[in-house]
């Protein structure tokens, strides 16, 4: 900061340049611009006095009296007054980066919000204009201490000329003179360039510059784009912004008839009012004339998790998503709420290479964002530390899914179908902004971390998932001693909750709602996952649990046993894993005299349990599934009735829904029966024990060998029954794959865990085995008869579930990139490409591992399962299941654990005449269905964090880990791998690669290949090179990283990995 002496000098110099040089910019130092701005004439005509009178009083002399009377008239203090010599003398680079950390400076729009509540601590902060001034009509700009113009975005939107044209602006003046300019003025890539500097030396404004520009660059490391910096680009609908401050000032100045709404607004408001960074939300009267004339699109909304600037919701042809480009056009949506959007003009569509890019498959690519007739180039940051180790997926958020229900979630990068492609072979993708959220399914909690802000009255929340904005929480809200001992909390995880976005702020508000504890623990780092997916893991209520029996223990009632056939003497036993609580499941094989067998399928009866409209009924229909996580399990009913009342533990009368069918053993249904039943199951099997049958044939089992048996029945017996149902399915599992049936398998970490502290002490893949296969085909046998019956009874309230064909372009694409790789693989139907899948890989010890990368490519086009009320969706052809190649298909097997089951179940006793009819209508159903399709996703999705959770920890506790991967996609500066030894998925950076010298991409077709050369471990040895392509064989390394739970893969040297 300049002296008072030198600022006086300074200032005395400044009008007589801009008196001397006419041809002089308007905008060339801070006194012209404030000029340009302030039209009022009162005011230009009080600075042009203060200047004169510069001298008077830097000789002693008092101000003039033309000069008194007009700070009088604008009720400007003697104190002000007095620092005014300062405020405009000082003219050099206008970054109050030196005087503030950026991050307090960004938060200058949200201080003034909570100062304008409270006019005294207004006055107590506020360094530069007095409410006099602050209530005047022009308000266009503000400034810091050192003199700087803070609204570099009203700068960069303003034609020379046009400032009577504009609104009146905000109030920014208040604390931001203490704050310094804000973070999206400071991070505003094209904001105009400073004046020079009249008295520092080029030696110092080199020094200055290069400060500027170093803090610049640890602000983007450590700060979100969009959270931060709130650039006229972004306003623009997200528009791809200039890197160069010149020709975003030409192109904003030449444009401004162009300029889109959220500019208008954005600089819209009155007195008391503040920027709008965000553009009001549409009526609900004119988003249904919208959506009517087809002018809006609804849908829910994805967000990269790796790139959270990128967003998509579906297209209404099912073709290509459509893209929303940064967080304005977002406008305060977050990831999974409905919205309803409307489509930008063409020439604010972005331009992609091909749909293979629009997936992730280039990282500098899809962030060029070209728009038509302009040539600008986004350049992208580095990612930070915390995105390389965010996610074990490439760029989905959710991996391949469990194998019999497909439920694949779409990519994150699909583009929506372009009118017209380029000659270069370059697709228009059409992009949108968001007008209207029609429910907001995301539950407005995160995990995170509190940092302390000096001099603020709140503290900043930053939550581990990025694509949840930052939080400001009222200091009243924190720790008791988070003010005086913040650093104690840099490690506590806390749950914070979103209550307010309002649109003229970059940061929500929220308030905290629970400490976790240490970040990095298993237990804290649980209940954050369960909080911020909204899984409800509360005790249940006094009023639920009246709804359960009372005389314990339970039996039978006499009447209820001879409405139900009498199974109890038949052979029945379970198969499951060996730590499951819930049986709901049961299987039974008995030969007859004629050759053929009486199978059945006995499902435990929960609807008898859970009565309709009940309390009970109300919590499980919330809850829609229980959660299955590595350690724990957060049910959905109550563990009187899980645990003990509905699971078909052994030795034990249980009631039961049942399927029997006559079967020949080749697999042909000669005849099938529904009804209640009553059975006593004989032995509870883990998988492990059905195997060893499997594999045994001839042995004789003991009974040490196996869990307790009921003496009915003897081992033999249920040896036998296990061989014939596994001979039975599979004949079954044959007979659908050769009708055209497809399976995706997925890698399924496990975990061993110790007993005491449920720490993970080893991991294995989990192995698919014969024993899963015999229970999985006779479930999706009792699932499809069920789902035909209900569906004969019942067409308008039929409970079922559907499964979408891939989207066609995208199976297009990935045609031509497996042409192009030399993969012979058939996409034209689930049947050719599970054949392709299972016959076109080699035979060697890499087969599985290439199979798995090949699978994770076909899941990306792959869509996801859905329930659905057969009376609302109406045309029959949408029922089919893809995947499983059925016309009508649904879930009847686990009422345990699934709520849609339990609503099949009802409508299967009304139409068998052994229940009441289902008290919902048609669009109750279909309600219901809807969440229970946002509930098993959810549950999916927390399953995943759970195992990704527990992985983090054993790589910590147990790490650095070794292993032989294979690359299963390539980017342009970046590639994924499959972690082969724990099934694991990766991505390595090339920038953060030891060792490695220099990287070169090349791209064929859809064919991308990165090639690595090494710095050589002799000097006089040439580089050694390394191709990385799909399926190439790499050797790396896991390892623990510094933040909680995260963990990086490392590329290991080429001649590491010889042996």
């Known amino acids: 900061m300049d002296s008072p002496r030198q600022s006086k000098a300074n200032l005395n110099r400044e009008p007589k340049r801009n008196q001397n040089q006419s041809s002089t910019p308007p905008q060339k130092d801070a006194y012209a611009r404030l000029l340009s701005q302030h039209r009022s004439s009162k005011f230009s005509s009080y600075l042009e006095q203060y200047a004169k009178d510069s001298s008077l009083q830097r000789e002693g002399n008092g101000p003039s009296p033309l000069l008194k009377a007009q700070s009088d008239r604008l009720n400007i203090p003697q104190r002000k007054r007095d620092q005014l010599f300062y405020d405009f003398s000082d003219s050099s680079d206008f970054s109050p980066s030196s005087m503030k950390s950026r991050e307090e400076s960004s938060l200058s729009l949200y201080t003034e919000k909570l100062s304008i509540r409270n006019a005294q601590q207004d006055c107590d902060r506020k360094q530069g204009v007095c409410d006099g001034q602050r209530r005047g009509q022009r308000r266009d700009t503000t400034t810091s201490h050192d003199g700087d113009i803070e609204s570099g975005e009203e700068l960069g939107s303003l034609k020379p000329n046009e400032g009577k044209k504009q609104p009146k602006q905000q109030r920014k003046i208040k604390d931001s003179n203490k704050d310094g300019a804000s973070k999206e003025t400071d991070s505003f890539s094209g904001r105009p360039q400073s004046p020079k500097k009249a008295s520092p030396s080029g030696q110092e404004q080199d020094r200055m510059k290069k400060s500027k520009k170093k803090m610049l660059h640890q602000e983007e490391e450590k700060t979100r784009e969009g959270m931060s910096k709130m650039t006229i680009a972004d306003a623009q609908m997200s528009r791809p912004r200039s890197p160069h401050g010149k020709e975003k000032r030409q192109q904003q100045s030449q444009t401004s008839s162009a300029n889109s709404p959220a500019d208008k607004n954005k600089n819209k408001g009155g007195r008391g009012q503040k920027k709008q960074v965000f553009e009001p939300y549409m009526t609900t009267e004119d988003v249904s004339h919208g959506l009517k004339r087809g002018e809006l699109i609804q849908g829910q909304i994805r967000i990269n998790p790796k790139k959270y600037h990128e967003a998509f919701i579906p297209s209404p042809d099912d073709t290509r998503d459509i893209f929303l480009d940064g967080i304005i056009a977002r406008n305060r949506a977050l990831n999974g709420d409905v919205v309803v959007v409307q489509i930008l003009p063409q020439e604010q569509w972005k331009v992609v290479r091909s749909d293979t890019d629009c997936e992730g498959a280039s990282e500098s690519e899809t962030q060029k964002e070209h728009v038509m007739q302009r040539a600008q180039k986004k350049t992208e940051r580095a990612p930070s530390p915390d995105v390389i180790v965010e996610d074990q997926c490439s760029d989905q958020e959710e991996l391949i899914s469990k194998v019999k229900n497909i439920t694949l979630m779409d990519t994150e990068g699909s583009v929506e179908e372009a009118p017209a492609h380029r000659s270069n072979g370059e697709i228009l993708q059409k992009t949108a902004k968001v007008v209207y959220i029609v429910e907001k399914k995301h539950s407005r909690a995160a995990t995170g971390f509190l940092k302390f802000l000096l001099d603020k009255p709140f503290a900043m929340f930053s939550p581990v998932d990025h694509r949840v904005p930052r939080i400001n929480v009222p200091l009243r809200d924190c720790p008791e001693d988070f003010r005086s001992r913040s650093g104690d909390y840099a490690n506590t995880l806390f749950i914070c909750r979103i209550t307010n976005w309002a649109a003229d702020s970059n940061f929500a508000e929220g308030q905290l709602a629970k400490t976790l504890g240490q970040a990095g623990e298993i237990e804290p780092e649980t209940e954050g996952i369960l909080t911020e997916y909204d899984v409800d893991f509360s005790d249940f209520s006094n009023e639920v649990l009246d709804c359960l029996p009372k005389n314990l223990p339970w039996t039978i009632p006499p009447e209820e046993m001879r409405k139900r056939r009498d199974l109890r003497s038949e052979c029945i036993f379970t198969i499951d894993p060996a730590t499951a609580r819930d049986l709901d499941d049961a299987l039974s094989c008995k030969q007859l005299p004629d050759g053929n067998f009486e199978v059945g399928v006995h499902i435990a009866d929960v609807s ?107 081992i033999d017996e249920i040896h036998q029954a296990v061989l014939n149902l596994h001979s039975i399915a599979k004949n079954l599992r044959g007979q659908r794959f050769s009708g055209g049936a497809l399976r995706l398998d997925q890698i399924k970490l496990s975990f061993t865990l110790d007993k005491e502290t449920m720490m993970p002490q080893g991991c294995y893949v989990y192995q698919y085995r014969d024993s899963n296969k015999l229970v999985e085909e006779f479930m999706l046998l009792a699932n499809i008869a069920t789902a035909s019956h209900i569906y004969r009874k019942f067409p308008e309230l039929a409970l079922l579930r559907r499964h979408p064909p891939p989207k066609t372009k995208m199976v297009d694409e990935l045609q031509e990139l497996c042409d192009q790789l030399g993969i012979d693989i058939d996409l034209s139907s689930a049947g050719a490409l599970h054949k392709s899948l299972n016959t076109s890989l080699g035979d060697d010890e890499y087969t599985s591992a290439r199979k798995e990368v090949l699978t994770h490519m076909c899941s990306r086009p792959m869509q996801m399962a859905l329930y659905f009320c057969a009376g609302a969706l109406k045309q029959e052809q949408f029922f089919k299941h893809y995947a499983l190649n059925v016309p009508l298909y649904t879930h009847f097997t686990s009422p345990i654990r699934r709520y849609a089951d339990i609503i099949v179940h009802r409508l299967l006793a009304s139409s068998l005449n052994c229940g009441p009819r289902l008290g919902l209508s048609t669009d109750e159903v279909q309600k219901r269905a809807s969440h229970c399709n946002d509930k098993k996703t959810v549950s999916k999705r927390v399953q995943e964090l759970s195992s990704e959770l527990f992985f983090g920890v054993f790589v910590k506790e147990c790490g650095p880990l070794d292993s032989e991967a294979m690359v299963m996609g390539v980017l342009d500066q970046s590639f994924d791998v499959l972690v082969l030894r724990y099934g694991v998925q990766k991505r390595i950076y090339c920038k953060s690669i030891a060792g490695l010298d220099t990287f070169h991409h090349r791209k064929v077709g859809k064919k991308s290949e990165l090639t690595l050369l090494w710095t050589p471990e002799d000097l006089e040895r040439t580089p050694v090179e390394q191709v990385i392509s799909i399926f190439t064989l790499v050797e790396v390394q896991l390892k623990a990283d510094g933040a909680p739970m995260k963990y990086s893969a490392l590329l290991k040297r080429p001649e590491d990995g010889m042996s």
């Open 608 to 714: 008898y349990f859970v009565e309709q409209d009940n309390a009970l009924d109300a919590v499980a229909s919330q809850r829609a599934t229980s959660v299955y996580m590595v350690q724990k399990v957060i049910p959905m009913l109550p563990r009187l009735l899980c645990e003990e009342l509905c699971s078909l533990n052994p030795l034990t009368d249980r009631l039961t829904f049942s399927v029997i069918w006559k079967i020949t053993p080749e697999g042909k249904i000669l005849s099938e029966w529904f009804g209640r039943t009553v059975i006593r199951s004989c032995v509870k099997l883990s998988y492990d024990h059905a195997q060893s049958m499997i594999e045994a044939p001839e042995k004789l089992f003991s009974a040490e060998e196996l869990p307790p048996v009921d003496p009915v029945h003897p």
